[in-house]
């Protein structure tokens, strides 16, 4: 009587234990749908996270030019699709920037969120930002690419740029960030937000070419 009676409690436990476990899987997959949907940040889900672009914005009108990011704004080799960076094997997606409705900024995980500020240069691509969530997959602020090393961006038109690293650091998240830029070439600059730290890794790079894809 006492075995069979425990049985039963360890039944009950493990059904218990295997409801509440898929409870809260459910729970997170409502939450994280939530968040996609309607481009909110909530706590402990993490499908999006909030990012701070106040070093851009003090200098450069982000929410005029996303309203400005036509197809036209990315030259004549067509819309960044992935992105690998040095010694990594895998590429990120690139995709479109996602606000929370109250003038913040939002980015997806292993994700890069792009922002043309300026026009096209001889059919390239102008100055490009990319803002991203600091971490082991895309930048970290302990793992910076070098200078000299190269970058390759590939688009949906099967072109591929290519930019070689000038400079990489870690800035503040709070104050004024001014990219260089000469206004004639194309080029690159990758804000990856560290929210532990409130700094951002700051990557900028100017481009060497532009070369067809084999498919």
């Not at 459910?26 to 402990?44: A, H, M, Q, R, T």
């Not at 206004?183 to 560290?194: A, L, N, P, S």
Request: glycine share 6%; hydrophobic share 40%; proline share 4%.
């Amino acid at each position: 009587m006492r075995k069979r009676t425990s049985k039963n409690y360890l039944f009950i436990i493990g059904r218990v234990v295997t409801l509440t476990a898929c409870g809260l899987i459910s729970l997170f997959l409502v939450l994280s749908g939530y968040e996609s949907i309607f481009n909110k940040d909530l706590p402990l889900v993490h499908t999006l996270d909030s990012v701070n672009l106040t070093a851009l914005s003090k200098r450069y009108d982000l929410p005029k030019a996303v309203a400005a990011q036509t197809p036209e704004m990315f030259g004549n080799f067509g819309k960044p699709q992935t992105l690998k960076l040095p010694e990594r094997a895998l590429r990120l997606d690139i995709t479109a920037p996602i606000t929370d409705g109250s003038g913040g900024w939002l980015a997806r995980a292993n994700t890069l969120h792009s922002i043309v500020l300026k026009e096209p240069r001889r059919g390239n691509i102008g100055l490009l930002v990319l803002y991203c969530r600091s971490s082991f997959r895309t930048i970290s602020t302990t793992a910076l690419p070098a200078a000299g090393e190269n970058i390759f961006m590939d688009t949906d038109k099967n072109w591929r740029y290519i930019y070689r690293v000038s400079s990489s650091k870690v800035v503040p998240a709070y104050e004024q960030y001014v990219v260089s830029d000469n206004g004639q070439t194309g080029r690159i600059v990758i804000f990856c937000y560290d929210a532990t730290s409130n700094v951002d890794a700051v990557v900028e790079a100017t481009i060497l070419s532009v070369q067809g894809v084999t498919q």
